[in-house]
């Protein structure tokens, strides 16, 4: 069982930086793939970006790729998203997710979710 909180939301004004963290319990966090997704009201929710268990394979949704970067610590078991250059379509609920196969972009493939961190940017 893999616990997950999300932390670091807020409300930032256009072309302003947030940094989200996502601290996990648990004994086997290195061999998780970690996702960041996030749901805009009326809207599905949609990948954002990915880590391999190891931190070497990324990917990123194409309306992130150059702004935004995931990054974890397997030592402190915590994921981070850092979002750079903001824009109000970033604006959502953001979830970090856990799972224990490849590292991957759709949400039914991971077992294990937070409750989510909202993201409201300003124009």
């Known amino acids: 069982q893999v616990q997950l909180v999300e932390a670091g939301g807020g409300l930032v004004q256009a072309g302003g930086s947030l940094r989200l963290s996502c601290a996990a319990s648990?004994?086997?966090?290195?061999?998780?793939?970690m996702g960041w997704f996030r749901q805009a009201p009326g809207k599905e929710r949609e990948f954002v970006a990915a880590?391999?268990?190891?931190?070497?394979?990324?990917y990123y949704a194409d309306s992130v790729k150059g702004r935004f970067t995931i990054s974890r610590d397997n030592a402190k078991k915590t994921v981070y998203l850092l979002m750079n250059s903001l824009k109000p379509e970033d604006t959502a609920v953001y979830y970090c997710?856990?799972?224990?196969?490849?590292?991957?972009?759709?949400?039914?493939?991971?077992?294990?979710w937070g409750q989510g961190t909202q993201v409201t940017v300003s124009s």
């Open positions: 997710a856990a799972e224990s196969g490849a590292i991957a972009a759709i949400p039914d493939a991971y077992d294990y």
């Open positions: 648990g004994r086997t966090f290195s061999s998780y793939s």
């Open positions: 880590a391999s268990g190891t931190g070497i394979i990324k």
